[in-house]
């Protein structure tokens, strides 16, 4: 059964109503064609609930544009949607090709500040963002009574003498539905022990961002990352109207489990991000009030380490896969109507 436009559906009642099932819920493929993001491909994907999202296949399957009833849920940032083409590896390099959307995946062998480890130089929050995926698949059929919608790839990030590590990420919804989840495995493929480091980068903008905006997390202890974030940490959960000169706070909280919920009683959205604590035990929280860079990003992450690789390795907070070895991932994101 499906519930769609204030009433509940069986399958054979919803196929009486339309020539195709696309007409109300589906994936269109496209391809950009002006500007830094000419030649990306891009899915839009469309669940007749409400939920509306923009899946980039030459980003590692990232997402871009999501909205609920046509109200913008992710910021996006300055640079726009930019081919990986023009990605710049070293330094903070990364934000010239940082589009913000929904989702940035940084990993899979570094997040966080740029350094140096083992003698290579690692840039910020890595390379996998900038990768694109192969084997991409797109479908949509019936299980039973629900429809279901599915993207899925695989994403190498690999070279000779260097690390070789493969995520295959899937991107489920359904018909009527106003959540997504997001299902990866990061697989060492190489025959040497590899370094691996994942951050889920997710944006949260205007509207769903405002001074009446609260984020709520099941909170056992909270550390800032400087004395920018200190001066800020009484005010983690609250928000501000867009500020002149605002500067960036980072803070990483220690959660019982994988939460977190911005509330907006202005637009009456609720905006829920759950994930397996187990495998992302840490959760950053970047506050960024700044105008033309009003942004809540929240960010589990498999390290603590938000200073990059060395820091991680320092820290004895450093994961290593085997030969072999894979880790799974899985996020669901819901946007509930209050």
Known sequence: MTTLYGRTWTRDELLQQVGRIEQ??????????????????????YTGGGLTFRVLPDRALDIGSCRFNDIPIAWESPAGEVHPAFYQPDGVGWLHTFGGGLLATCGL???????????????LHGRIGTT?????????D????????????????????????RMTRRIRTTLGSSQLTINDTVTNIGFQPQPHMILYHFNFGFPLMSPETTLELPVTETHPRDADAEAG???WSRFQAPTAGYREQVFLHDLSEGRAQLHNPSLGLNVELLWEHRSLPH????????QGAYVCGIEPANSSAIGGRTAARTSGDLRILKSG???????TLRVNQL
């Open 24 to 45: 109300i819920a589906g994936v269109r493929a496209g391809e950009i064609s002006d500007g830094a993001g000419r030649g990306m491909r891009t899915l839009d994907v």
């Open 109 to 123: 062998d570094q997040f966080g500040s740029p350094g140096d480890d083992g003698g290579e130089s690692f840039g």
């Open 132 to 140: 694109p995926a192969r084997d991409v698949f797109m479908r949509g």
């Open 142 to 165: 019936w299980v039973g009574e629900q429809y279901h919608i599915e993207i899925s790839g695989v994403v190498d990030q690999a070279r000779l003498f260097g690390e070789n590590l």
């Open 233 to 235: 940490i009484a005010d």
């Open 283 to 290: 959760l950053f929280e970047w506050k960024m009030m700044g």
């Open 325 to 331: 070895e894979s880790r799974d991932y899985a996020l």
